[in-house]
């Protein structure tokens, strides 16, 4: 099966045009109309470089620009119906730009390739998902903060191995997420920063023999400084891997308070309640309230972290330059920029709405012999034991209290005393968790005040 007609943008030498199956393989018009903006931006900035410098005349390039123009707007209303022979968006626009203004438009190509062209819109379209990253994250890191205020010096149980640890202030936990986030900002920022150099002009592969201001366009579309390396400039995708890594990074994030959100809401935990709004029922338990939303932001990873690897995979080998397997990183990039958006906007409004349940977190904060640690410590300072044998004196306790069926703070003087005749009733004092939780004031610790610190330096970073 042919289609009749050879290509009118390649087809010089053809004699017959691509089998249908060819077309399907072939054309990305499907999924790269969404580079639409971003090409007509890279043509407008292409056909102005053009004139300024001679090559094209003032009238054509007004004609190119204007018409450009006119083709973004029928994209953008729904006019423009596009056409699979023509692969892609960028012959796609450029077929339309013919059939408004006629021949001038055949004069855009000058200097320029399809490689270069596809390169300068990519990075566009994936600077401007670094910039929604950034202002994603920066929103749930707001939640986070808000969270942490209100409960500041909550206390809730720390867990290492998933097993009671030490008490730990609910705020100094929300803040743990502040940070990670905040690292996921910095990792966007500076991938948007690396990436912000102009491919255009770059042409096919070796630049070109007219006189172009490659300064001139990288400056027009925003870009920091051209590319320096025509070759590594239509062969690299570093910028969409290191943005799926990044995405991946910060998926991963999500998922780790999305595990914490599906455990804690649980009937055996009761930390959070979620609110109705990002829950949903049962339709046969009607005493359920799923956790969905939390499950769901648990499983995006699996697929960002596909595309990541999935492209990784694609470019790994590729000879210099361009090759045709790169047209497989848009659809990759979309959807994990696309899931990504979504998970962040989803942990938002979940972050903002769950209601931490301040008796439940500090009923399980006691449980747990969560002091034995401050117990321990308590028997260096005042008895000033080795902490091995505090820590064997100290477990001792834990075992007696664990054979009576009390904590910590119920066990007898007398009892204690039998373990380590030194123990003085000042112990009491440390086996609480307030005071456990107050105790903690190294930098970087859960004591409330160092909590409040810590959330007022990144308010104030989050406002400035
Ligand atoms: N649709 C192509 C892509 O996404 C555009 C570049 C095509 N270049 C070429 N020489 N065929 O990669």
């Known amino acids: 099966m042919t289609s009749k007609t050879a290509n009118s943008m390649w087809g010089g030498r053809f004699a017959e045009g691509p089998d249908a199956i060819m077309q399907a393989i072939n054309a990305s018009i499907a999924f790269d109309q969404r580079l639409y903006a971003q090409d007509i931006a890279g043509s407008r900035a ?67 390739s399809r490689n270069d062209q596809v390169a300068v819109d990519f990075r566009l379209w994936v600077r401007d998902q670094c910039d929604a990253a950034i202002a994603g994250i920066t929103a749930l890191m707001g939640a986070f903060l808000a969270q942490a205020e209100a409960g500041a010096d909550w206390v809730m149980p720390g867990f290492t191995h998933l097993q009671t640890a030490q008490p730990v202030t609910w705020g100094h936990h929300m803040m ?22 102009c491919p255009l002009g770059a042409a096919a592969l ?33 910028f969409a891997l ?48 799923n956790p969905d939303a939390a499950e769901l932001l648990r499983a995006k990873l699996g697929r960002i972290m596909g595309a990541t690897v999935a492209l990784f995979t694609v470019m790994k080998g590729l000879p210099l330059t361009y090759s045709k397997d790169m047209q497989e990183d848009k659809e990759q990039v979309f959807d994990a920029a696309d899931t990504l958006m979504l998970a962040l906007a989803a942990m938002t409004g979940m972050v903002g709405d769950m209601t931490a349940n301040r008796a ?10 969560s002091t034995a640690t401050d117990l321990a410590d308590w028997l260096v300072r005042a008895l000033n034991l080795p902490f091995r044998e505090a820590h064997h004196v100290t477990g001792t306790l834990v075992a007696l209290a664990e054979s009576k069926g009390c904590d ?43 909590v409040r610190e810590q959330i007022a330096r990144w308010k104030a970073a989050l406002a400035g």
């Not at 968006?89 to 200097?111: C, S």
């Open 242 to 289: 290191e943005f799926l890594s990044a995405s991946a990074m910060c998926a991963m994030h999500l998922s780790r308070f999305a595990e914490e959100l599906v455990i804690w809401s649980t009937a055996q935990f009761r930390f959070v309640t979620l609110s109705d709004k990002w829950t949903t029922g049962s339709s046969i338990m009607p005493q359920k309230k």
């Open 360 to 369: 439940a977190l500090a009923a399980a904060a006691g449980s747990g012999f």
């Open 206 to 238: 070796a630049g070109t023999s007219f006189p172009i201001d490659r300064h001139m366009t990288a400056k027009a579309l925003g870009f920091d400084r051209p590319t320096a390396n025509s070759l590594d400039s239509v062969s690299d995708r570093d």
């Open 408 to 450: 910590l703070p119920d066990l007898h003087l007398a009892d204690m005393q039998n373990v380590h005749a030194g123990i003085t009733k000042d112990v009491f004092a440390v086996l609480g968790v307030v005071n456990s939780v107050n105790s903690r004031l190294s930098y970087g610790g859960t004591a409330p005040v160092r």
């Open 176 to 197: 743990a997420y502040v940070e990670m986030l905040a690292r996921d900002r910095g990792r966007f920022a500076d991938a948007r920063a690396r990436m912000n150099e």
């Open 46 to 112: 292409h056909a102005a470089m053009l004139a300024a410098t001679g090559i094209l005349t003032n009238k054509d390039a007004e004609a190119i620009g204007e018409g450009l123009l006119t083709v973004l707007s029928e994209i953008e209303t729904g006019k423009l119906q596009f056409r699979t022979d023509l692969e892609d968006i960028h012959m796609n626009v450029e077929a339309r730009l013919k059939d408004i203004i006629g021949a001038p438009a055949g004069r855009l190509h000058t200097a320029r």
